[in-house]
């Protein structure tokens, strides 16, 4: 159907009196494939994106006028997602593992938004964001010599996890036998 000629090719000239036939011929495949395409994409994106593009006749304008757009709204993202993630801390209500995941979802959402965060940076600010049950944790890897990677992060917090839990059972066991 050759509904991307628009966008491979540029807009041909104007048709004159002077115009060849295959002049024609090929302004009016690009003229059908350019409108076929801007109707599709109208037609498929929502209503919001379109109010700064719907004046447009070109498909290549169109998506130009879109993509300027969204360029903007990355900042915002950008900005929205960093300030989620610096501001993130473990309350211990769910498991340590699917919170240091989330943490290095955003990452990898600011990633794709062209702004990484380095492991290493990801690895403090994670160990920055647990509570004071923690603390001894913490100590231990900054006084390390290696870096840890996130992954191996997640296999040490899961373990020491387990401990701090080990010792709140134990302590509510104790307080429990001395009453």
């Not at 993509?67 to 903007?72: A, C, D, I, N």
Request: hydrophobic share 35%; proline share 4%.
């Amino acid at each position: 159907m050759d509904l991307d000629y628009a966008l491979r090719e540029p807009c041909p000239a104007p048709l004159t009196d002077q115009s060849s036939l295959e002049d024609r011929r090929v302004f009016e495949r690009w003229e059908r494939s350019n409108r076929i395409g801007l109707m599709i994409m109208k037609n498929t994106i929502p209503e919001t994106f379109l109010d700064t593009t719907s004046d447009k006749r070109d498909i290549k304008q169109f998506l130009d006028t879109l993509e300027e757009r969204f360029v903007r709204s990355d900042k915002a993202e950008t900005s929205a997602t960093l300030k989620k993630l610096v501001s993130m801390r473990y309350k211990g209500n769910r498991n340590i593992q699917e919170y240091v995941l989330d943490m290095c979802h955003l990452a990898g959402k600011l990633k794709s938004l062209k702004f990484e965060i380095p492991e290493d940076v990801l690895v403090h600010m994670v160990l920055i964001s647990l509570p004071p049950q923690f603390s001894q944790f913490e100590v231990n890897y900054n006084c390390q010599k290696e870096k840890w990677t996130v992954n191996e992060l997640i296999s040490h917090l899961a373990q020491e996890e387990d401990r701090i839990k080990q010792r709140e059972v134990e302590s509510a066991d104790f307080a429990s036998s001395s009453h």
